[in-house]
């Protein structure tokens, strides 16, 4: 079935720092990639959708500055949390649909992000 | 997008029949209902789901009422594996790969021992 595989499981990074977190679909194509953040005892929220070979698209609230998407390929799509700070430390999953018609979204094992 | 009511927490014993409802009432003829589940600290994983059949795979069965306003997921033999918050979500596909899934609260499936 569909795979999508996300690197790093975890990092740990000094406040200020700068964070990258890659997505990959490992057997098919994705021309769009979902990110996804998850504070403790809460639910996922959409942060937003990186479209191959154009802008993403952030959901209301998400600073695009600060969290800057890149979708380069077809099968890669990176998140970067700029100049990290420890409200930033969250589980970051992003997801991907699958390559036919009605593939349901498929998601990576997530990032755990801690700032100290 | 319609949205969803599931109850927050169920249990259920290892080797029973986990029954998890979720009730859709404002979901209109193109949408789908989609079951997935995320187990402690890893992404969610997905279940099934259906328009308006019943449908059936090797992990679960998913139960849709002929007036489609409601759903129950069925785990036929429930293990400790098992335990998750699973989350129900409907959704259109008129746009099919810039369809993101919102995610309510889900239901918290404690199976014991």
């Known amino acids: 079935g569909a795979v999508v595989s996300q690197h790093p499981s975890r990092v740990i990074c000094k406040s200020g720092t700068s964070v990258k977190i890659e997505c990959r679909s490992l057997?098919?194509?994705?021309?769009?990639m979902f990110w996804y953040r998850q504070f403790p005892k809460q639910s996922l929220m959409l942060m937003a959708t990186?479209?191959?070979?154009?802008?993403?698209?952030?959901e209301q609230g998400v600073e695009k500055d600060k969290f800057l998407i890149n979708h380069a390929s077809l099968t890669l799509s990176t998140l970067t949390v700029t100049s990290a700070h420890p409200e930033d430390s969250s589980f970051y999953i992003c997801?991907?649909?699958?390559?036919?018609?009605?593939?349901?979204?498929?998601f990576g094992n997530g990032t755990r992000l801690t700032v100290t | 997008d319609a949205k969803t009511t599931q109850p927050p927490s169920m249990d259920c014993a290892e080797g029973r029949a986990a029954n998890l409802p979720c009730n859709h009432s404002t979901i209109s003829g193109n949408e789908y209902v989609y079951w997935y589940r995320q187990i402690h600290s890893q992404g969610p994983q997905y279940i099934i789901h259906?328009?308006?059949n019943n449908e059936t795979n090797e992990m679960a069965s998913l139960i849709i009422t002929e007036d489609r306003k409601s759903s129950t997921l069925i785990l036929p033999h429930a293990t400790l594996r098992d335990t998750a918050v699973y989350y129900c979500i409907v959704v259109g596909l008129k746009n099919q790969a810039g369809t993101a899934l919102i995610f309510g609260k889900g239901t918290t499936l404690s199976v014991s021992s």
């Open positions: 997801s991907a649909r699958g390559p036919t018609y009605n593939s349901p979204l498929h």
């Open positions: 259906g328009l308006k």
């Open positions: 990186s479209n191959e070979g154009s802008k993403a698209t952030y």
């Open positions: 057997d098919f194509q994705a021309t769009t």
